[in-house]
């Protein structure tokens, strides 16, 4: 209430201060399966890929509400249980600003991912406390750090502009602390076993967060009648949106994996074949500064 100016107004509809500012898909594309749209459609589209990904964003800061809660009870050490305790404070107050922005703003809330949900299961089920940290503060949170910048810098919406930035400057110190937590311990002696279970969780969890955002959600809703599936991934995974996405996203994951130990030369190829491994000589988290965070991609 005090510290963002929710009296702004928000017009989803405004095509001077649009939500999303950069074409989410390439309308020709969408042209060549008979999918033709007014410029007042394409601005209801864009509109409601907003709802959707916003919507995403609730329902990931929803789980990392709960997996911070588990992180804080099961981490064992002292110092991880009372930063674990700050962590839970600041994952109910993203909670609170996104579902507040998609219901007085947007006026529409799309359910969660498939994907998303295996991966929030999977951290929810799984009694290792480091798989918890591995999932949550490297994954997910790194995830959603790239994630929000896009956003972040595609956006003319100045009350969604301001949201994301206090809630990027949270996600920083989440995925620093979970890259300290890490580090010593997948490079300290973990039987190779055990590290080669680690690294193959990591890479099929960056294979679903690869997947979360091709929007089936959305396409169920609007246009199953006229593309297949198959066609609608090809079409969005080829969109310049969509490419620095994806971009942004895992160049805040690579670098951290890397750092704790999760990138060795088995594991490389599967990475190398998805097109992600240019990204391992970013910065990894406790090397980035909240200014190079809040920049653009």
């Not at 107004?9 to 007014?38: A, C």
């Not at 169920?220 to 969509?242: C, P, Q, V």
Request: aromatic share 12%.
């Amino acid at each position: 209430d005090t510290d963002l100016p929710w009296a702004t107004g928000v017009d989803p509809m405004n095509p001077e201060i649009p939500i999303i500012s950069k074409e989410f898909i390439d309308w020709r594309l969408l042209d060549g399966y008979g999918i033709r749209m007014t410029a007042t459609e394409k601005q209801d589209f864009l509109a409601r890929v907003a709802s959707w990904m916003l919507s995403q964003f609730l329902h990931g800061e929803q789980g990392a509400l709960y997996a911070a809660c588990h992180v804080t009870s099961s981490v064992q050490w002292m110092d991880g249980k009372l930063y674990g305790s700050s962590q839970v404070v600041d994952e109910g107050r993203h909670v609170e600003v996104f579902q507040r922005y998609l219901l007085e703003k947007l006026g529409k809330v799309y359910e969660i991912n498939d994907n998303l949900y295996v991966i929030l299961d999977a951290l929810m089920t799984d009694s290792r406390w480091d798989i918890k940290f591995l999932g949550m503060q490297i994954m997910v949170e790194g995830l959603a750090l790239g994630a929000f910048g896009v956003i972040r810098h595609n956006t003319q919406e100045p009350l969604l502009k301001e949201l994301l930035r206090y809630v990027i400057t949270d996600e920083a110190r989440h995925v620093h602390y979970g890259v300290v937590a890490l580090e010593s311990y997948y490079t300290s002696g973990l039987p190779e076993q055990e590290l080669r279970e680690r690294e193959d969780w990591a890479f099929e969890m960056s294979v679903l967060l690869r997947n979360r955002f091709l929007a089936h959600e959305f396409y169920d809703e609007y246009y199953g009648h006229a593309i297949s599936r198959k066609e609608w991934e090809r079409t969005l995974l080829n969109s310049d949106f969509m490419r620095e996405f994806r971009f942004s996203m895992f160049r805040r994951i690579i670098p951290n994996l890397k750092r704790i130990n999760l990138l060795s030369e088995r594991i490389r190829p599967h990475y190398g074949k998805l097109g992600l491994l240019e990204w391992e000589k970013q910065k990894a988290a406790p090397e980035l500064s909240i200014d190079e965070l809040l920049a653009p991609a």
